[in-house]
């Protein structure tokens, strides 16, 4: 890949997340079920993988696909946990993480994706059956991320975390199409 559009490409597969306005029953619906069907998608896409390929990269400089998959199990127990927050709270501002420094600590770097594909699932189970509970007042509830000092809607952050859940499958099938030779 030679210029920065292709690094774009390559570092966004699926072009970045783009909310609709209004966010229809039909968006909730869909991504929701994105978010119920992720554990099925990513342990089809990594358990047969063997240690070498689990460290294949997606792009230069990117992560390999166990750091992608440790990074979903982080990602999505943080936002497991907003949305309880979020639910329970007046606006409550959540405590950002550095994703990329996670991701270089041991757990983010064993080639056993096991545990993480275990957290997965069982986080994905609990979270579908709280958003399919959800109310349009509960979609309306808050939180301040003062990393980018945005307040966002649960339904926004629906679409977020279903956006999340393809970009990262895409990165996956880009390490394996390409052997993470780049």
């Known amino acids: 890949m030679k210029n920065n559009l292709d690094i774009e490409k390559l570092k966004f597969p699926i072009g ?6 209004p966010i229809t029953e039909n968006d909730l619906e869909t991504w929701i079920a994105t978010i119920e069907n992720f554990p099925s998608k990513i342990k089809k896409l990594t358990e047969t993988l063997s240690a070498e390929e689990l460290n294949w ?4 400089k ?3 696909i166990k750091q992608v998959v440790h990074h979903c199990a982080d990602s999505h127990i943080n936002s497991f946990v907003r949305f309880k927050l979020a639910l329970t709270e007046e606006v409550p501002t ?7 420094l996670w991701a270089e600590l041991a757990d983010s770097n064993s080639n056993d994706i096991l545990p993480s594909l275990q957290i997965i699932e069982g986080v994905h189970a609990r979270w579908v059956l709280l958003l399919k509970s959800l109310g349009s007042t509960e979609l309306k509830r808050q ?4 990393e980018n000092l945005k307040i966002s809607t649960l339904e926004e952050t629906i679409g977020v975390y279903a956006w999340h859940c393809n970009h990262h499958l895409a990165h996956i099938e880009q390490a394996l199409l390409h052997k993470g030779q780049f």
């Open 143 to 146: 939180f301040f991320h003062p």
């Open 94 to 100: 959540i405590k950002p993480y550095e994703e990329g």
């Open 57 to 60: 990269i997606y792009r230069p």
């Open 16 to 21: 970045k997340f783009h909310r609709p306005d």
């Open 62 to 64: 990117g992560w390999c």
